[in-house]
Structures are given as structure tokens and as C-alpha cells.
């Protein structure tokens, strides 16, 4: 399976955006996925994480009530939506599958910066 992120860019503080992740084929081998961020200089820290299905999520502290993990199985896509951003939300995201065949996946990554 591949995942192809996209949606980051360039948004104010207070701003939003919607990330996507889609797969290259069906999600039916796939257990959970999540987002991931990284900021230069900082390790790769998980952001927020789903299990097939929607049953459960999880988010990271610092962006609890701010942002939205959500998938549509029919679509093979996965989305963050990310509102109130900060600049302190600014870094690369990537997404992010445990596949039952293909182990851990991770997409190519999308740039999100908050300007001040």
C-alpha cells in the first residue's frame, strides 16, 4: 500500500486546513492509521491516530480540541482537519498505516507553516 498526503500549506495562526491521506488500495489490511508531525530539530511526534473503522482515535495533548482525525473507508482517505492553528503547529506531516501485509507505512509527508 502507498499513502499520498496532501492539503498542507501556508496559513495564518487561527487559520485552518484539511490534510489528506489517501491509499493506493483498499484499507481492508490496514489496523489503524495516524498522522505524524515533524518540526526541524524535533523528533517525529504522533499527532493523532485512528482505528480502521473510526472506532477509536487518539490525540496528541497539544491539540486536543483543535484538530479532527476522520477516515472514509470508501475512499481510502484519511483526513485531519486542523483548526486554530498555531505556530507552534507548524512542521511536516506525514501519514501513517499499520498494515497487516505491509507493516508500517508512511507517506512522503506535507508541509504545514502557521505564520504568526
Known amino acids: 500500500v502507498q499513502l499520498v498526503e496532501s492539503g498542507g500549506g501556508l496559513v495564518q495562526a487561527g487559520g485552518s486546513l484539511r490534510l489528506s491521506c489517501a491509499a493506493s488500495?483498499?484499507?481492508?489490511?490496514?489496523?489503524?492509521m495516524g498522522w505524524y508531525r515533524q518540526a526541524p530539530g524535533k523528533r517525529r511526534e504522533l499527532v493523532a491516530g485512528i482505528t480502521t473503522g473510526g472506532a477509536r482515535s487518539n490525540y496528541a495533548e497539544s491539540v486536543k480540541g483543535r484538530f479532527t482525525i476522520s477516515g472514509d473507508n470508501g475512499k481510502n482517505t484519511m483526513y485531519l482537519q486542523m483548526n486554530s492553528l498555531k505556530p507552534e503547529d507548524t512542521a511536516v506531516y506525514y501519514c501513517?498505516?499499520?498494515?497487516?501485509?505491509?507493516?508500517?507505512?508512511w507517506g512522503q509527508g506535507t508541509q504545514v507553516t502557521v505564520s504568526s
Open positions: 488500495e483498499s484499507t481492508s489490511s490496514i489496523l489503524a
Open positions: 501513517n498505516a499499520v498494515d497487516i501485509v505491509a507493516g508500517n507505512v
